[in-house]
C-alpha cells in the first residue's frame, strides 16, 4: 500500500467554516494513521453555526498536538515519513442535515531550528562497575529522512577514559517496545514511546571516564558536554579474546580461561525437523522461548550458543513485502532490533556467550535454502542487483552492508555476551560461489568492522562443505576456521574435519552438526558430537543444531555431564594434540568400539565409545556391556599418572587408578565395566 511521505513537513494548516444555518455547534478531531495504522488524533475543537476557524497543527517531534488512541506510541517527527491516512471526524449533538466546509489543508515545510541542541537527557547511571554498560538516551529537534545514514546524520559519543585513550562510538536509533504472550497468535509487540537516540558504551578501565557527543548533518556540526561516570573494579570477566599466550584457545579479558559449551538457537523455532518429531514444536513465541532457552542452558552450565539475524528472525534489513516492520535497503527494522537487545540481555543475565551470524546463505541464494528473491537488493524488488554472487563485488551493496555492520556495532558492540561476529552462515552455498570474489569481499569488509569496534569482538566466516574454503582460510582477516559436521558416523566425521584444517594453524569448531531419523539416533549423535569434539583440540564443543529437540526432551543433561568433566581445565600452553591411543580388546572378541582423544607429553583426555551406537547412523537403544577392554596411551614422559573414569551421562567419577610410565612412554590402562561410552584423564603426578 502506498503511504504519504510528509517527512519534510513540520506544520498542518486547515480551514473548517460553520454555515450560518447548520444545526448547532460542531465538534471535530483531525486523525493520522502511521504506517502500522496507529492512530494520532488531535484536541477536540468546537465551532458554533457561523463560525470560520484556521487551525495549525505542528507535527514535530516536539508537539503536544496529537495524542495516541488505543495503543502506547507516542507520537515523534519519523512517523511523518510513511502516514497511511489523514482526516477528520465531525460531531454535532443531535441529528440533522446540514453541511460543513474543509478548506486550505495545507502541509507547511519545516524550518531548521536556529540552534542544535539534545534534550529529554538521560543517563543509566553515573557510578558503574567494570564492564558493565553506560547508556544514554536523548532526543534531536530535527527530522530525518534515514536516521540509519550516517551520511544524513553523524551522532557520535567520544569517551576519554583515565588512561587518556579515547573511544568513538556512533549514537542509534532505538524505538522501544512492550511484548504480551497470547496463547493463540504468540508473541506481540507494541510500539512504546518515542524514537529516540540512544549511546552505549562498555568501559575497560577503572577510574574516572569522561564524554562529549558530536552531531553533524546537513552541513552542520555541533559538540555537546556530555559528562562524567565513574567505573570500580568488578568480578565480571569481560570480553572473550583469544589468549596471548597460546591463541588456539579463548580468555576472558580477567584472563580465565573459556571453553564453550553449548549449542545452536538460530531462532524460536525450526520449521523443519531431523525427523517427525513426538512433540509438537512451540512456534511464534518469539522472545519468550530464548526466556525459557537461556534458563535451562544456564541451569546445565551451557555458556555458549549461536544466533542468526536472518529474514524470519532478528533480522534487520528485508522488503516490506516479507513483513511490515521492514523498510528496504538501508532502514532497519526497530522492532527486531528491540528483539536482539533482549535475547543478548537474556545471555548477560545467565553468563552465555553468543555467536551473532549477520547473512545466512539462503539471502544470497536462488538454490538451496533460496530466499534471494525476497532480498531487498534484487532488481525484482526494486533494488540493483541482478544476480546473488554481484552482492560481493558490488561497490553499493558493499556500502550498504558496512553501513549496517556500523548499526550493530553501535547498538551491540558494547555487550560482553557477544563472542563473535560471525559474518556468513555456509558462504559457500551462495550464488554462483567463486572464491576470489568471496576472499576479496572479506578481505575488505573485516578490516573496515576491526576499525570501528572499539571492544575487538572476534570475527569469523562461517563453511557448509567439508573442503571449501582454503582460499578463504588462509588470508589473516579470518581467524577462526569454522563448519558443519552433518554426519551419521559423526565421530569420523569430527576428527576428519580437524585433520584437514589443523595445518592451517588456526583455532578450529564445528558450528553446525546433528542427524538422526528417530529419537535415539538423534540423541546418540548429540552426544557422540560433544563428546568427540571436546576431547579433540578445536577451542569448544560442536553446536548441534536441533535445538527443538534437546529443549523438549530435556537432554541438557547431557552437557551438564560434559560441563562437570572438564570443569577446572585449562587447556592453555598444554600442546594438545590429536592422540593414538589404540583399544586392547579380549582375544577373539568382535566388539565395535573406539577410541578418540587428544594428549600431550604428560596429560590426555579420550573417549572410549560403542562404534555402533555412537559412530553410526541407526540408534541403538541398549548399548552393550563391555568387559576386559584395555587402552594403551603412548608418548608420554615417564612417571607416576592418575587415571580417572568418567560416567558421560551422569558427568561423574567412577573410580580412579594410578599407573607408571617407563621410558618407553606407554601407559596400559584396563578400563572398568561400561555401557555405551566412558571418559577418561589421564595427568602425570607431580612429584
Given at each position: 500500500?502506498?503511504?504519504?511521505?510528509?517527512?519534510?513537513?513540520?506544520?498542518?494548516?486547515?480551514?473548517?467554516?460553520?454555515?450560518?444555518?447548520?444545526?448547532?455547534?460542531?465538534?471535530?478531531?483531525?486523525?493520522?494513521?502511521?504506517?502500522?495504522?496507529?492512530?494520532?488524533?488531535?484536541?477536540?475543537?468546537?465551532?458554533?453555526?457561523?463560525?470560520?476557524?484556521?487551525?495549525?497543527?505542528?507535527?514535530?517531534?516536539?508537539?503536544?498536538?496529537?495524542?495516541?488512541?488505543?495503543?502506547?506510541?507516542?507520537?515523534?517527527?519519523?512517523?511523518?515519513?510513511?502516514?497511511?491516512?489523514?482526516?477528520?471526524?465531525?460531531?454535532?449533538?443531535?441529528?440533522?442535515?446540514?453541511?460543513?466546509?474543509?478548506?486550505?489543508?495545507?502541509?507547511?515545510?519545516?524550518?531548521?531550528?536556529?540552534?542544535?541542541?539534545?534534550?529529554?537527557?538521560?543517563e543509566n547511571t553515573r557510578r558503574l562497575e567494570l564492564y558493565a554498560r553506560f547508556e544514554t538516551a536523548f532526543e534531536i529537534p530535527l527530522f530525518f529522512d534515514n536516521p540509519f545514514d550516517p551520511a544524513e546524520v553523524d551522532i557520535q559519543g567520544v569517551f576519554s577514559a583515565p588512561s587518556g585513550?579515547?573511544?568513538?562510538?556512533?549514537?542509534?536509533?532505538?524505538?522501544?517496545?512492550?511484548?504480551?504472550?497470547?496463547?493463540?497468535?504468540?508473541?506481540?509487540?507494541?510500539?512504546?514511546?518515542?524514537?529516540?537516540?540512544?549511546?552505549?558504551?562498555?568501559?575497560?578501565?577503572?577510574?574516572?571516564?569522561?564524554?562529549?557527543?558530536?552531531?553533524?548533518?546537513?552541513?552542520?556540526?555541533?559538540?555537546?558536554?556530555?559528562?562524567?561516570?565513574?567505573?570500580?573494579?568488578?568480578?565480571?570477566?569481560?570480553?572473550?579474546?583469544?589468549?596471548?599466550?597460546?591463541?588456539?584457545?579463548?580468555?576472558?579479558?580477567?584472563?580465565?580461561?573459556?571453553?564453550?559449551?553449548?549449542?545452536?538457537?538460530?531462532?524460536?523455532?525450526?520449521?523443519?525437523?531431523?525427523?517427525?518429531?513426538?512433540?509438537?514444536?512451540?512456534?511464534?513465541?518469539?522472545?519468550?522461548?530464548?526466556?525459557?532457552?537461556?534458563?535451562?542452558?544456564?541451569?546445565?552450565?551451557?555458556?555458549?550458543?549461536?544466533?542468526?539475524?536472518?529474514?524470519?528472525?532478528?533480522?534487520?534489513?528485508?522488503?516490506?513485502?516479507?513483513?511490515?516492520?521492514?523498510?528496504?535497503?538501508?532502514?532497519?527494522?526497530?522492532?527486531?532490533?528491540?528483539?536482539?537487545?533482549?535475547?543478548?540481555?537474556?545471555?548477560?543475565?545467565?553468563?552465555?556467550?553468543?555467536?551473532?551470524?549477520?547473512?545466512?546463505?539462503?539471502?544470497?541464494?536462488?538454490?538451496?535454502?533460496?530466499?534471494?528473491?525476497?532480498?531487498?537488493?534484487?532488481?525484482?524488488?526494486?533494488?540493483?542487483?541482478?544476480?546473488?554472487?554481484?552482492?560481493?563485488?558490488?561497490?553499493?551493496?558493499?556500502?550498504?552492508?558496512?553501513?549496517?555492520?556500523?548499526?550493530?556495532?553501535?547498538?551491540?558492540?558494547?555487550?560482553?555476551?557477544?563472542?563473535?561476529?560471525?559474518?556468513?552462515?555456509?558462504?559457500?552455498?551462495?550464488?554462483?560461489?567463486?572464491?576470489?570474489?568471496?576472499k576479496g569481499w572479506h578481505q575488505a569488509v573485516v578490516p573496515y568492522l576491526r576499525e570501528i569496534d572499539p571492544w575487538d569482538h572476534l570475527v569469523t566466516t562461517h563453511y557448509c562443505r567439508q573442503n571449501a574454503d582454503p582460499l578463504v582460510w588462509v588470508i589473516p582477516e579470518i581467524e577462526s576456521?569454522?563448519?558443519?559436521?552433518?554426519?551419521?558416523?559423526?565421530?569420523?566425521?569430527?576428527?576428519?574435519?580437524?585433520?584437514?584444517?589443523?595445518?592451517?594453524?588456526?583455532?578450529?569448531?564445528?558450528?553446525?552438526?546433528?542427524?538422526?531419523?528417530?529419537?535415539?539416533?538423534?540423541?546418540?549423535?548429540?552426544?557422540?558430537?560433544?563428546?568427540?569434539?571436546?576431547?579433540?583440540?578445536?577451542?569448544?564443543?560442536?553446536?548441534?543444531?536441533?535445538?527443538?529437540?534437546?529443549?523438549?526432551?530435556?537432554?541438557?543433561?547431557?552437557?551438564?555431564?560434559?560441563?562437570?568433566?572438564?570443569?577446572?581445565?585449562?587447556?592453555?600452553?598444554?600442546?594438545?594434540?590429536?592422540?593414538?591411543?589404540?583399544?586392547?580388546?579380549?582375544?577373539?572378541?568382535?566388539?565395535?568400539?573406539?577410541?578418540?582423544?587428544?594428549?600431550?607429553?604428560?596429560?590426555?583426555?579420550?573417549?572410549?565409545?560403542?562404534?555402533?551406537?555412537?559412530?553410526?547412523?541407526?540408534?541403538?537403544?541398549?548399548?552393550?556391556?563391555?568387559?576386559?577392554?584395555?587402552?594403551?596411551?603412548?608418548?608420554?614422559?615417564?612417571?607416576?599418572?592418575?587415571?580417572?573414569?568418567?560416567?558421560?551421562?551422569?558427568?561423574?567419577?567412577?573410580?580412579?587408578?594410578?599407573?607408571?610410565?617407563?621410558?618407553?612412554g606407554l601407559l596400559p590402562l584396563v578400563l572398568p565395566v561400561f555401557q555405551g561410552d566412558l571418559a577418561v584423564k589421564v595427568k602425570r603426578v607431580q612429584s
Amino acid at each position: 500500500m502506498r503511504t504519504l511521505d510528509w517527512g519534510s513537513f513540520g506544520r498542518l494548516s486547515f480551514t473548517v467554516s460553520v454555515p450560518a444555518k447548520a444545526p448547532g455547534p460542531v465538534t471535530f478531531i483531525c486523525y493520522l494513521k502511521d504506517r502500522d495504522w496507529n492512530w494520532f488524533q488531535s484536541s477536540l475543537f468546537s465551532l458554533a453555526a457561523g463560525q470560520s476557524r484556521r487551525i495549525t497543527l505542528d507535527l514535530s517531534s516536539e508537539s503536544v498536538d496529537w495524542q495516541g488512541y488505543a495503543h502506547l506510541k507516542s507520537w515523534d517527527a519519523i512517523l511523518r515519513r510513511q502516514l497511511q491516512e489523514i482526516g477528520f471526524k465531525f460531531y454535532w449533538p443531535a441529528a440533522g442535515t446540514g453541511r460543513v466546509i474543509l478548506s486550505g489543508i495545507e502541509p507547511e515545510t519545516a524550518a531548521a531550528p536556529a540552534e542544535l541542541c539534545l534534550y529529554n537527557f538521560r543517563e543509566n547511571t553515573r557510578r558503574l562497575e567494570l564492564y558493565a554498560r553506560f547508556e544514554t538516551a536523548f532526543e534531536i529537534p530535527l527530522f530525518f529522512d534515514n536516521p540509519f545514514d550516517p551520511a544524513e546524520v553523524d551522532i557520535q559519543g567520544v569517551f576519554s577514559a583515565p588512561s587518556g585513550r579515547q573511544v568513538s562510538v556512533p549514537a542509534f536509533i532505538y524505538q522501544d517496545f512492550v511484548r504480551h504472550l497470547d496463547q493463540e497468535e504468540g508473541e506481540r509487540l507494541a510500539p512504546y514511546g518515542k524514537t529516540e537516540w540512544r549511546l552505549r558504551f562498555t568501559p575497560q578501565e577503572t577510574g574516572r571516564y569522561t564524554y562529549r557527543i558530536t552531531l553533524k548533518t546537513a552541513g552542520r556540526s555541533q559538540e555537546f558536554p556530555g559528562g562524567e561516570f565513574e567505573v570500580t573494579p568488578s568480578n565480571r570477566p569481560g570480553f572473550l579474546r583469544w589468549d596471548k599466550q597460546d591463541p588456539r584457545w579463548l580468555a576472558l579479558d580477567n584472563g580465565e580461561f573459556f571453553y564453550p559449551i553449548g549449542h545452536t538457537l538460530r531462532s524460536p523455532d525450526d520449521q523443519r525437523e531431523a525427523y517427525r518429531y513426538e512433540f509438537k514444536q512451540t512456534k511464534g513465541w518469539g522472545t519468550f522461548l530464548y526466556d525459557d532457552y537461556f534458563r535451562e542452558m544456564a541451569r546445565h552450565d551451557e555458556n555458549y550458543v549461536r544466533l542468526w539475524m536472518s529474514a524470519w528472525w532478528a533480522g534487520l534489513e528485508w522488503t516490506p513485502a516479507y513483513a511490515p516492520h521492514y523498510d528496504g535497503l538501508g532502514r532497519y527494522s526497530l522492532e527486531n532490533a528491540w528483539r536482539q537487545d533482549l535475547v543478548l540481555e537474556r545471555a548477560e543475565e545467565t553468563g552465555i556467550y553468543a555467536i551473532l551470524t549477520l547473512i545466512n546463505h539462503g539471502q544470497y541464494s536462488a538454490g538451496s535454502d533460496r530466499e534471494w528473491w525476497d532480498n531487498p537488493h534484487n532488481v525484482v524488488n526494486g533494488g540493483f542487483l541482478k544476480s546473488p554472487e554481484e552482492f560481493f563485488t558490488d561497490p553499493l551493496a558493499r556500502e550498504y552492508f558496512k553501513r549496517r555492520l556500523r548499526y550493530l556495532v553501535a547498538r551491540w558492540g558494547s555487550s560482553t555476551s557477544i563472542a563473535f561476529w560471525e559474518l556468513w552462515n555456509e558462504v559457500d552455498l551462495t550464488g554462483y560461489y567463486d572464491s576470489a570474489r568471496v576472499k576479496g569481499w572479506h578481505q575488505a569488509v573485516v578490516p573496515y568492522l576491526r576499525e570501528i569496534d572499539p571492544w575487538d569482538h572476534l570475527v569469523t566466516t562461517h563453511y557448509c562443505r567439508q573442503n571449501a574454503d582454503p582460499l578463504v582460510w588462509v588470508i589473516p582477516e579470518i581467524e577462526s576456521i569454522v563448519g558443519n559436521a552433518y554426519s551419521g558416523t559423526v565421530v569420523d566425521a569430527m576428527k576428519d574435519f580437524f585433520l584437514k584444517r589443523v595445518q592451517f594453524a588456526k583455532p578450529v569448531m564445528l558450528n553446525e552438526y546433528g542427524v538422526g531419523g528417530n529419537r535415539t539416533a538423534l540423541e546418540d549423535n548429540l552426544h557422540a558430537g560433544i563428546w568427540t569434539s571436546s576431547v579433540l583440540p578445536m577451542f569448544g564443543t560442536a553446536l548441534f543444531w536441533e535445538w527443538p529437540f534437546i529443549h523438549n526432551f530435556g537432554l541438557y543433561t547431557h552437557y551438564q555431564a560434559l560441563a562437570r568433566f572438564w570443569k577446572g581445565e585449562d587447556r592453555r600452553g598444554q600442546h594438545l594434540q590429536v592422540s593414538d591411543a589404540s583399544l586392547r580388546l579380549p582375544t577373539g572378541s568382535s566388539l565395535t568400539l573406539g577410541v578418540v582423544g587428544m594428549q600431550s607429553e604428560d596429560r590426555a583426555f579420550l573417549w572410549v565409545y560403542d562404534g555402533q551406537k555412537y559412530n553410526g547412523k541407526r540408534g541403538t537403544p541398549n548399548p552393550e556391556r563391555f568387559e576386559g577392554v584395555g587402552v594403551e596411551v603412548r608418548a608420554l614422559q615417564a612417571g607416576r599418572y592418575r587415571v580417572e573414569y568418567w560416567d558421560t551421562l551422569k558427568g561423574e567419577l567412577r573410580q580412579f587408578s594410578e599407573g607408571t610410565v617407563a621410558s618407553d612412554g606407554l601407559l596400559p590402562l584396563v578400563l572398568p565395566v561400561f555401557q555405551g561410552d566412558l571418559a577418561v584423564k589421564v595427568k602425570r603426578v607431580q612429584s
